[in-house]
């Protein structure tokens, strides 16, 4: 059964995650940048929050959880930044899995934007929560890791099935598709990719979560491997992670 998804807009241009128990009674949030609207929803839909998921310590991501915290709710995030987090009842690392809803979350270090940045996969639902790792036609920037790092944990997100919804964090999307442009503009998936986001921008609407295979299609910083990208940099005789640390630094001048 695929657990329910909610994308909750907060702050100026973050996003937030409930996954819903098959009950419709329950729910786990994933990242709390601020309150309000994640109390609105919980209220609106009657949910009660039981669980709540930190990806990394930057405080747009962790400002609103001693406001939503209550008896009984289960904060969760790395062991390795416990040190910068609220304070957690569950530490977690790389390879390590946890129950929600009767689902398995599989941990997966993600470090690059941060280290101890953290994803959550739920294989029998299909997502994968990468808040600032991997993105919507981007990626993070590198305040903590290098490029090696960062390509490592990319690469390990692609190697997910190809129909998994990526939930990130922010809304970039069109600006991280118009620096995907400048490096591809003859790429026919990125140019439709273009058209569709500016038509749900203009309704307001997220652009995420976004499906893997629209990623590896259109996603620069995931493409850094290949021959036609590398060719296209003046770069053909790069390691993949070179490529990935070009097309990065590009995106940091953009």
Same mark, same amino acid.
């Given at each position: 059964?695929?657990?329910?998804?909610?994308?909750?807009?907060?702050?100026?241009?973050?996003?937030?995650?409930?996954?819903?128990?098959?009950?419709?009674?329950?729910?786990?949030?994933?990242?709390?940048?601020?309150?309000?609207?994640?109390?609105?929803?919980?209220?609106?839909?009657?949910?009660?929050?039981?669980?709540?998921?930190?990806?990394?310590?930057?405080?747009?991501?962790?400002?609103?959880?001693?406001?939503?915290?209550?008896?009984?709710?289960?904060?969760?995030?790395?062991?390795?930044?416990?040190?910068?987090?609220?304070?957690?009842?569950?530490?977690?690392?790389?390879?390590?899995?946890?129950?929600?809803?009767?689902?398995?979350?599989?941990?997966?270090?993600?470090?690059?934007?941060?280290?101890?940045?953290?994803?959550?996969?739920?294989?029998?639902?299909?997502?994968?929560?990468?808040?600032?790792?991997?993105?919507?036609?981007?990626?993070?920037?590198?305040?903590?890791?290098?490029?090696?790092?960062?390509?490592?944990?990319?690469?390990? /997100?692609? %190697?997910?099935?190809? *129909?998994?919804?990526?939930?990130? #964090?922010?809304?970039?999307? =069109?600006?991280?598709?118009? &620096? $995907?442009?400048?490096?591809?503009?003859?790429?026919?998936?990125?140019?439709?990719?273009?058209?569709?986001?500016?038509?749900?921008?203009?309704?307001?609407?997220?652009?995420?979560?976004?499906?893997?295979?629209?990623?590896?299609?259109?996603?620069?910083? /995931?493409? %850094?491997?290949?021959? *036609?990208?590398?060719?296209?940099? #003046?770069?053909?005789?790069? =390691?993949?992670?070179?490529? &990935? $640390?070009?097309?990065?630094?590009?995106?940091?001048?953009?």
């Amino acid at each position: 059964m695929t657990l329910d998804l909610i994308t909750i807009p907060c702050l100026s241009d973050n996003y937030a995650f409930l996954v819903v128990s098959p009950d419709g009674k329950r729910a786990a949030l994933i990242d709390a940048p601020e309150v309000a609207p994640i109390k609105k929803v919980l209220q609106d839909r009657n949910l009660t929050l039981t669980d709540i998921l930190i990806t990394h310590h930057h405080a747009d991501h962790i400002d609103g959880v001693e406001g939503l915290r209550t008896p009984g709710v289960r904060v969760i995030g790395a062991k390795a930044d416990a040190h910068r987090l609220p304070a957690l009842d569950l530490m977690v690392e790389d390879g390590d899995h946890f129950d929600l809803f009767g689902q398995t979350v599989d941990v997966l270090d993600v470090s690059g934007h941060t280290k101890g940045h953290l994803a959550f996969y739920l294989a029998a639902s299909g997502y994968v929560f990468t808040a600032d790792s991997l993105m919507a036609a981007g990626c993070g920037r590198l305040f903590e890791g290098s490029a090696d790092l960062m390509w490592a944990s990319l690469s390990k /997100l692609a %190697a997910l099935p190809p *129909e998994t919804l990526v939930c990130s #964090g922010h809304e970039y999307t =069109t600006s991280n598709i118009r &620096f $995907a442009l400048s490096l591809e503009p003859g790429n026919s998936a990125l140019i439709s990719r273009q058209s569709q986001v500016a038509a749900m921008r203009r309704e307001n609407m997220p652009t995420v979560p976004s499906r893997l295979a629209e990623e590896l299609s259109t996603n620069p910083f /995931l493409r %850094a491997n290949l021959s *036609e990208m590398k060719t296209l940099l #003046g770069m053909a005789d790069a =390691t993949d992670a070179e490529s &990935f $640390a070009e097309i990065r630094k590009r995106k940091d001048r953009f």
